[in-house]
């Protein structure tokens, strides 16, 4: 995923938990510059969800890549989305 989103010019990668660590270091080692990826561990929700507030320009389109297991739904309701899962 992280080579991916390198390889396609995406703006912003935004990873969380444990094993989402390893996409951003993908995308790293792909060329995407490190100003551009930021990575919260697990339990750092909150922070994550305060830095897209602050971040996210009006009408951005954002892609949520998780699994039920870490309670992606969390971030959407954070958001005031819908969680279409």
Same mark, same amino acid.
Not at 41 to 46: H, Q, Y
């Given at each position: 995923v992280g +080579?991916?989103? #390198?390889?396609?010019? !995406?703006?912003l990668l935004l990873? !969380?938990?444990e094993?989402?660590?390893h996409i951003a270091n993908a995308a $790293? +080692?792909?060329g995407m510059p490190a100003h551009r990826i930021t990575h919260f561990? +697990? %339990? #750092? $929700?909150?922070m994550l969800v305060s830095f897209l507030r602050a971040h996210l320009p009006e009408n951005a389109a954002v892609l949520f890549k998780g699994s $039920? #297991?870490?309670q992606m739904g969390r971030f959407f309701e954070k958001l005031g989305g819908e969680?279409? %899962?």
């Open positions: +080579k991916r989103v #390198a390889e396609n010019g !995406y703006c990873t !969380y938990g094993e989402a660590i $790293r +080692k792909s561990p +697990k %339990g #750092a $929700r909150e $039920r #297991a870490m969680d279409e %899962g």
